[in-house]
């Protein structure tokens, strides 16, 4: 699923606050592998400021369709999947496994 997803990822981790909170939903179709994934963001609880106010900033959700499994990522996450992108694919296929490619984007917003 992170595979197939990547570019989405990296689109997220690049995005400014504001992007990030108007990220458009999206699915992510990927036929030779039978894999849809719904992409949503929600808010998510980030830290409490010096205030008190809790600070909430938008994480990305990746959902298997139609079994919902599911994966929610902030930003640091998004950034540290994307630094081992390319060592992990790699690893995957020195063992033997397909590597799938990026699927296909269709937005829903």
């Keep these: 699923m992170l595979i197939s997803c990547l570019q989405v ?5 690049t995005a400014t606050e504001a ?3 108007n990220f458009r939903r999206r699915l992510i ?9 719904f992409i949503f963001t929600e808010p998510h609880e980030d830290f409490e400021d010096s205030t008190g106010q809790i600070v909430e900033r938008p994480w990305l959700h990746l959902k298997t369709l ?3 499994e599911k994966i929610g990522l902030g930003i ?3 950034r540290a999947i994307s630094a081992v992108a390319e060592d992990l694919k790699n690893w995957l296929a020195s ?3 397909f590597i799938p ?8 917003d």
């Design 66 to 68: 139609p079994d919902q």
């Design 95 to 97: 063992h033997g496994a």
């Design 9 to 13: 990822i990296r689109e997220f981790r």
């Design 29 to 37: 179709v990927n036929d030779r592998r039978k894999l849809t994934v």
């Design 101 to 108: 490619e990026f699927g296909e984007q269709k937005f829903l």
């Design 76 to 78: 640091t996450k998004c």
């Design 19 to 21: 992007q990030r909170r």
